[in-house]
């Protein structure tokens, strides 16, 4: 399982050398990096990016992490109570979609001080003490947080569906009721308009959903070939003993994107179904 890893430090002398270090674990097999992006916060509490590693696909989540804390803490004035009495009084940034909890980036607010810089990085490690050693050496933490995806629009997905056939079932009674009855008022006709403008609304809304998980699913295969291929290329360059330990990284990203792709593709195709059905 991935993690995003972030390392503060006071200057940007010292966050090189923490780069350095994590590049040198990689190029021993103890840990794998997938992406890296070095960020300073300034003296306002906007944070600029020194550098951005991993190309493609490899360096997506890590990238968009990034961008997230730029869009988030830059809008924090400096001198702010914090994110962490922010997100009590609902002020809530989503960082689902690439499957982190918020309870991270509040840490990772807490150190990352006006005036410091962060290592930011997607990793894969069997053991932390090897990091949390290394980056000890250096006089900082690792905050950590692993990637597990809450797939929110799945619940969406359930939402909508559930809010389809309610509509679908009101109108068909509404009909039924009309045609026995022949009670075609102008208010029942206009009941059943509404009815169908809210059926097409939802279909839409369904629709965007649908087009939403053919994306992420896309996005994830991508992001799955690159990691592997990164983790092949890795182990190239290692020890046997080290080759098993990035083989045990290879086959768990397998199986992690299996269930993944399973529980994204069961909702595509209901989601599909529910659309269609009239």
Avoid at 3 to 32: P, Q
Wanted: charge should be negative.
């Amino acid at each position: 399982m991935s993690k995003f890893a972030a390392m503060v430090f006071r200057d940007e002398k010292s966050a090189y050398e923490g780069l350095h270090a994590l590049e040198k674990l990689h190029a021993e097999g103890t840990l794998s990096v997938y992406g890296t992006n070095i960020i300073r916060r300034g003296t306002d509490g906007r944070i600029s990016v020194l550098t951005r590693n991993g190309q493609g696909a490899l360096g997506n989540g890590v990238g968009a992490l990034v961008d997230g804390l730029i869009g988030l803490l830059s809008g924090l004035p400096t001198g702010t109570p914090g994110l962490a009495v922010l997100a009590g009084a609902g002020a809530v940034h989503d960082f689902g979609h690439i499957g982190v909890s918020w309870d991270f980036v509040i840490e990772v607010e807490l150190e990352l001080a006006p005036g410091k810089v962060a290592v930011i990085a997607e990793i894969s490690e069997e053991r932390v003490a090897p990091l949390d050693a290394r980056m000890g050496e250096l006089g900082v933490k690792v905050v950590r947080g692993t990637r597990q995806f809450e797939e929110d629009h799945l619940e969406s997905r359930a939402n909508a569906q559930a809010r389809l056939f309610e509509l679908r079932a009101e109108r068909a009674w509404r009909k039924e009721f009309r045609d026995r009855d022949r009670a075609g008022t102008p208010a029942e006709e206009a009941m059943q308009k509404a009815l169908t403008g809210q059926i097409e609304q939802t279909q839409q809304r369904l629709a965007s959903i649908a087009e939403s998980l053919d994306r992420e699913l896309d996005d994830a295969k991508q992001e799955l070939d690159a990691k592997l291929e990164a983790l092949r290329s890795q182990a190239s360059g290692v020890e046997p003993q080290m080759r098993k330990r990035i083989d045990r990284r290879v086959a768990c990203l397998c199986d992690e994107f299996r269930e993944r792709e399973q529980k994204l593709g069961r909702a595509r195709e209901l989601t599909r179904k529910a659309i269609q059905y009239s």
